[in-house]
């Protein structure tokens, strides 16, 4: 492992290990208003400072990277399952199932990305509680996001059933069913595992613009989307450069994903 | 020729087929989504009981998915998008004032994003430093890992134009691309041949490099358009620019579902052109490349 891929390792498990000590590091919690302190600069009891509203910036930067690190990994399996479903499906049984998953994945493929999210997003009802908001955002992620998957399993499964020991296990008189099940899935797992890792940092960077453009995680809960709407109405970096902390932090954890992800983007390819 | 024909005619049907589809889906997403046959005018206590009706009836018709589809295509065909639930204005009239905006915004950004692209990507295959392709390779990683909406909200903090934020949310994705394509080009055997043989290197790009390279570049450039369009949204609404972008967001956050389908449609429209715009120009440049080695 390089020097790089270390560091990259070091920083997500420090990340993962702050946000899971949220409860510890930070037992106020995100939602308690220091009325006294608001839009407070850093200082000894709240080291990132306070919000307009005096929640610290320190505690609700923790919490909100325990709920993006979460749920974008059962957003990113939700949707490996749904591409492993449809995609590798297609792919085993081919000509016309294979042409009409397609083209159903193309026509998901043909909406840019973040024009589809909103679209799907203002389906849904916007004044929900701040939980359903939560689950509505990584769901939906996880429902749209299968589609690029989809196609590169349908590819591989494609190229499976076309291989000798499918071809010899059906000519044995395998059943359809076992044979996808017990030879074609797990010949899929390499795949499956790349997707599975490349849909992370594109939901951590999914749910940011949906938070910044209003359409993400609700009030008061608190997500790195909606912490970076903050950054909103700045008007200089110097003025207040502690509100760029969660942009950083999810800089550095994008990044350390796609260090650690540039082997599996290969396989994936 | 007639293979361009077939191809031709085959992304215009595909084009036929994805526009209806994804008009029927978003018809279809409109008609269950929560809300759809409930209109907050209701509530006015200015209203009449005549006038609730009148409304009621109104929105009635729209309650069958298939009339709703075929009375909003049959409207569409005679230039009526309907009428913008939120801001009261017919959805044609809208359209045609942001459009202008939108395309503009959209046109800089392209290009700045692909002469960034193909400036730094020959350069790399050019030069073949490690250290230039090192530092090249990190700051387009590091573009990649910052959302296009914190580009855009940076744009604003900066005081530099929107179009330059659409140009890096493009510019990182294409430059992967094509970095990789013209550096694979550039080691190619007969190349090498070439530059040894003190070939100048314009005639090298111009006659060896870019035949090859072409096809595959205009597929990204057709692809580059999609994402342009999809970051017009974050670029526009946080900027504000009055654009189609900045009209779908406002449509997303009213729950303008009417609006949103119109703009559904029409952005599919654009992003398939010019993905088959680009799909054919590739297909007209293998061929004129084949004709040339035979």
């Given amino acids: 492992m390089s020097f790089w891929r270390k560091l990259a390792c070091v920083l997500l498990m420090l990340t993962l290990g702050a946000s899971a000590a949220a409860n510890w590091l930070a037992p106020a919690g995100y939602a308690k208003q220091y009325r006294e302190a608001t839009d407070a600069p850093p200082s000894r009891d709240h080291w990132l400072g306070t919000d307009e509203i005096g929640r610290d910036r320190f505690a609700r930067v923790l919490y909100g990277t325990r709920i993006s690190l979460m749920l974008a990994p059962a957003a990113a399996l939700l949707s490996t399952l749904m591409a492993a479903f449809i995609g590798g499906l297609a792919g085993y049984l081919g000509g016309a199932w294979a042409r009409m998953a397609m083209a159903m994945t193309d026509l998901f493929l043909s909406l840019p990305w973040l024009f589809l999210l909103i679209t799907a997003r203002a389906l849904m009802p916007l004044n929900v509680s701040p939980l359903v908001s939560v689950v509505v955002t990584f769901l939906l992620l996880g429902l749209l996001g299968w589609t690029a998957a989809a196609r590169v399993l349908c590819a591989s499964a494609a190229s499976l059933r076309a291989s000798d020991f499918v071809r010899q296990a059906r000519a044995a008189g395998l059943p359809g069913q076992r044979l996808f099940w017990v030879h074609v899935v797990p010949n899929l797992k390499p795949v499956l595992y790349a997707q599975f890792w490349i849909s992370i940092p594109v939901f951590i960077l999914s749910e940011a613009n949906l938070g910044i453009l209003g359409l993400g995680v609700a009030e008061p809960m608190p997500s790195w989307g909606s912490l970076l709407r903050e950054l909103e109405g700045l008007v200089s970096v110097r003025e207040e450069p502690w509100k760029f902390v969660p942009l950083i932090l999810l800089v550095i954890v994008v990044t350390s994903f796609q260090l650690l992800l540039s082997k599996q983007e290969e396989v994936a390819a | ?294």
């Fill in chain 2, 1 to 294: 020729m007639r293979g361009l024909k077939w191809k031709l005619a085959g992304n215009a049907l595909s084009l036929l087929v994805t526009v209806l589809l994804g008009g029927m889906l978003s018809a279809t997403l409109v008609r269950l989504a929560p809300g759809f046959n409930a209109d907050e005018r209701e509530l006015d206590p200015h209203l009449s009981a005549e006038s609730v009706q009148a409304l009621r009836n109104a929105r009635h018709q729209d309650g069958n998915i298939f009339h709703f589809y075929f009375s909003y295509m049959q409207r569409a065909a005679s230039g009526d998008l309907g009428t913008s639930l939120a801001l009261g204005q017919p959805v044609r009239t809208l359209l045609r004032e942001r459009i202008p905006l939108t395309l503009r915004l959209l046109t800089m950004g392209l290009a700045l994003a692909w002469i960034l692209t193909i400036a730094l990507s020959l350069s790399a295959a050019w030069l073949r430093l490690s250290i230039y392709d090192t530092v090249t390779t990190a700051v387009s990683g590091a573009l990649l890992c910052i959302p296009a909406a914190v580009l855009a909200l940076l744009s604003v903090l900066w005081s530099v134009p929107g179009s330059l934020a659409i140009a890096l949310i493009v510019f990182p994705r294409s430059y992967r691309y094509a970095r990789n394509l013209l550096v694979k080009a550039y080691s190619r055997p007969h190349i090498i041949a070439a530059r040894a043989k003190g070939l100048g290197e314009s005639r090298i790009l111009f006659w060896h490099v870019v035949p090859v390279v072409a096809p595959q570049l205009l597929a990204v450039a057709g692809v580059s358009v999609s994402v342009a369009v999809g970051a017009a949204i974050p670029v526009e609404a946080l900027c504000g620019l009055p654009g189609i972008g900045q009209l779908a967001w406002q449509a997303a956050l009213a729950r303008d579902l009417p609006l949103l389908v119109n703009i559904t449609i029409m952005v599919t429209l654009v992003t398939l052109l010019a993905n088959s715009g680009a799909d054919v120009i590739g297909s007209m440049v293998r061929g004129s490349e084949t004709r040339q080695e035979a």
